[in-house]
């Protein structure tokens, strides 16, 4: 029976070749992660152009919040957002409900 000796170097050298012929889980994930960030990113930039071609300036209003007394006043700002009636004052309730303090403090 024969004795051979391989160095440490030489070992680790084999071994470094032959794990780069191969391909692992690694090298797949970056470029996979990669294709996904890309396509989130080109599906919002796409929503966001699609959404604000859609929308003419002429029909938009500014409607101060602050200076909102009832939800009926809100019912036409959001006339653009929910062409649904009942949408409109549900939503126009909620505001109204949000700006009423929870807590009062003496």
Do not use: K, W
Request: net charge positive; aromatic share 6%; with cysteine.
């Amino acid at each position: 029976m024969g004795v051979s000796y391989t160095s440490a170097m030489e070992r680790d050298v084999r071994r470094s070749a032959h794990s780069a012929r191969h391909l692992g889980a690694g090298h797949i994930l970056l470029p996979l992660t990669s294709l996904v960030a890309l396509l989130t990113i080109g599906l919002a930039y796409g929503g966001r152009v699609h959404t604000s071609n859609r929308s003419s300036p002429s029909s938009a209003r500014v409607t101060e919040l602050s200076t909102v007394g009832a939800f009926e006043d809100l019912e036409a700002a959001l006339e653009p957002r929910f062409a649904n009636p009942v949408d409109r004052r549900f939503a126009a309730c909620l505001r109204a409900e949000a700006d009423q303090p929870v807590l009062r403090f003496r």
